[in-house]
């Protein structure tokens, strides 16, 4: 079963791998990747110090960005192992307003007890996203907000999530913004917004060293023009960042 998988990774993936997980964003080769996703939730979520729901933490990292900027945060994720991890992350940055369950997101008990909630990089790996989007919706308070950030069309089929799927026995799919906006509606959110990954739009005006090479005109067209096809794109195939409100 695919939530075994999920339940069982830390062991899998080994010593090194949990050090890594554990460090992240820092231990991460695109460490300015996440953080310019963390600064892009920031920008959309309620202010601090709301109360945040952060589902499927993984090693907590995310849980302790909210908790440091002032929310008080429960994190959520399925796997025991992860969970201590994210304990230790909590306990090393000595911040407060910070709790861990060990639960699976596909069936939630909470009800009415958030601001806000969180998927980053996690929706994707539901067995049931359309089950995992009604417990975020039950959890929310009403006039709260659901922020998700995942991979588009594409994802399930990449070298690396074959990988995955093979090596460890987790779900891997694709979760476009279009997707989840219409299973968000389905569930009893009544309006969506979609923007595109802050991430990339990060890639696009930092990460193409060709660019360089171009009059500085030309540069800054290109750049901006990649920047709207990335809008259009972010709302049909590619990934990106949804709000929902309940």
């Not at 062991?11 to 820092?26: L, T, V």
């Not at 499927?56 to 990292?61: A, E, F, M, Q, V």
Request: glycine letters at 12%; a negative charge.
């Amino acid at each position: 079963m695919a939530k075994q998988g999920e339940i069982d990774y830390v062991a899998n993936i080994g010593e090194i791998g949990a050090e890594h997980a554990r460090g992240k964003p820092f231990t991460a080769p695109d460490c300015g990747r996440l953080l310019a996703d963390l600064g892009g939730l920031f920008m959309v979520l309620p202010p601090a110090p709301a109360r945040l729901l952060d589902l499927g933490c993984g090693s907590g990292w995310t849980s302790v960005f909210f908790a440091r900027r002032g929310y008080h945060v429960t994190g959520q994720d399925i796997a025991p192992d992860m969970v201590g991890l994210a304990e230790r992350n909590r306990a090393e940055a000595g911040v407060d307003h910070l709790d861990f369950i060990v639960s699976d997101y596909e069936s939630l008990r909470f009800d009415g007890e958030f601001d806000a909630a969180v998927f980053y990089d996690a929706l994707h790996h539901a067995e049931d996203p359309a089950q995992a989007l009604a417990g975020a919706w039950r959890a929310l308070k009403p006039g709260g907000v659901l922020v998700t950030i995942e991979p588009g069309v594409g994802h399930a089929q990449a070298e690396h999530s074959k990988a995955a799927v093979t090596a460890f026995g987790v779900t891997e799919r694709d979760m476009p913004p279009r997707d989840i906006v219409r299973l968000g509606r389905a569930v009893g959110f009544r309006s969506a917004r979609i923007y595109p990954t802050p991430k990339m739009l990060a890639m696009i005006q930092y990460e193409m060293p060709a660019l360089a090479r171009l009059p500085d005109w030309l540069s800054d067209l290109v750049r901006w023009g990649g920047m709207g096809w990335l809008m259009l794109a972010a709302k049909h195939r590619r990934g990106g960042m949804v709000v929902l409100l309940k």
